[in-house]
């Protein structure tokens, strides 16, 4: 097991690895540029390799790029899905240089006025997630995020991100987050032993366990089967820290890497919400606390 946070990167790459020491990352997620801007510029070859040596210093991976929130691979807008196609193409590409072992995308949605069957929505995505693979042409491994459902947002049944990797032509570099909020608001009962349980027999039968590489971990505002996407602090939400003591200790998810998306994202929220976390660890398994 090993916990972080997703870390802003305002400033530059040494700016963002002080942050990542700060809040004790073991892992950590990042965005390459604005989170909902097309541009993205390339990192530079010195700030990158001078922030790949930094995460080897510290023993600080795996290391994960979340692509951009504007990219949509259901779009039914010709424009739009292409544009998604190259940015996340991009994203992929920059993870590598980063030295990121994945880059972990939502799947986005149809338009509400322009409806399409789940059928052309999972084919529409596998299409999507391929020419963005071979336009990318590196390592990094692609992880399909679940969602929460809200709207008309694809893949809240796991069930649908196997159908996307079965139809993927490279099943082979593709993989899963699976996000505890949108988990919860999308109907499954995380914070229970036998709703995670069988949370988790489903997702083994959908995807095969083993593509799980990336937990996030964040409670959730809104209650279960709400379908509304809230991220909320670790043990204020409903899911809440009995949930969570669930969660973090299932055999099934305590070997992952876990990542909070917790709001505020200020120093103090962050180690707030990282004690909560940790809290629910038996002391036996944890290390320490690092200086
Ligand atoms: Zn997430
Ligand atoms: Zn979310």
């Not at 590598?96 to 995308?105: H, I, K, N, Q, S």
């Not at 937990?215 to 089967?225: E, F, G, I, Q, R």
Request: glycine letters at 8%; one cysteine or more.
């Amino acid at each position: 097991m090993r916990i972080g946070f997703h870390i802003p990167t305002e400033g530059g790459w040494h700016k963002t690895l002080q942050r990542a020491l700060g809040r004790r990352c073991e892992t950590l997620q990042v965005f390459v540029g604005a989170p909902v801007q097309w541009r993205s510029l390339r990192p530079r070859a010195d700030g990158a390799a001078e922030w790949r040596e930094g995460l080897r210093r510290h023993d600080i991976g795996p290391v994960f790029v979340h692509a951009n929130y504007l990219v949509n691979l259901a779009s039914t807008e010709a424009a739009l899905w292409r544009r998604s196609i190259r940015r996340l193409a991009r994203d992929l590409r920059h993870a590598a240089l980063l030295g990121a072992e994945g880059v972990v995308t939502h799947l986005g949605s149809p338009r509400a006025e322009n409806p399409r069957s789940l059928e052309w929505c999972l084919a529409r995505v596998a299409a999507a997630v391929d020419a963005a693979l071979e336009r990318a042409e590196v390592e990094v491994v692609l992880l399909l995020e679940n969602s929460a459902g809200m709207g008309s947002a694809v893949g809240s049944a796991y069930e649908h991100l196997g159908e996307i990797i079965g139809r993927s032509r490279h099943p082979d570099r593709l993989g899963v987050c699976l996000d505890s909020a949108h988990s919860f608001a999308a109907g499954y009962a995380w914070h229970l032993p036998e709703g995670l349980d069988a949370a988790l027999d489903e997702a083994d039968r959908a995807f095969g366990l083993g593509k799980l590489r990336l937990l996030h971990v964040n409670d959730s505002k809104t209650p279960l089967a709400s379908h509304v996407d809230r991220h909320w602090h670790i043990g204020k939400g409903h899911i809440g820290s009995c949930g969570f003591r669930v969660i973090v200790n299932h055999p099934r998810l305590r070997h992952l890497p876990m990542v909070m998306e917790t709001p505020e994202a200020s120093l103090e929220a962050d180690l707030r919400n990282l004690r909560a976390l940790r809290r629910c660890i038996p002391a036996a398994w944890r290390p320490p606390f690092r200086p």
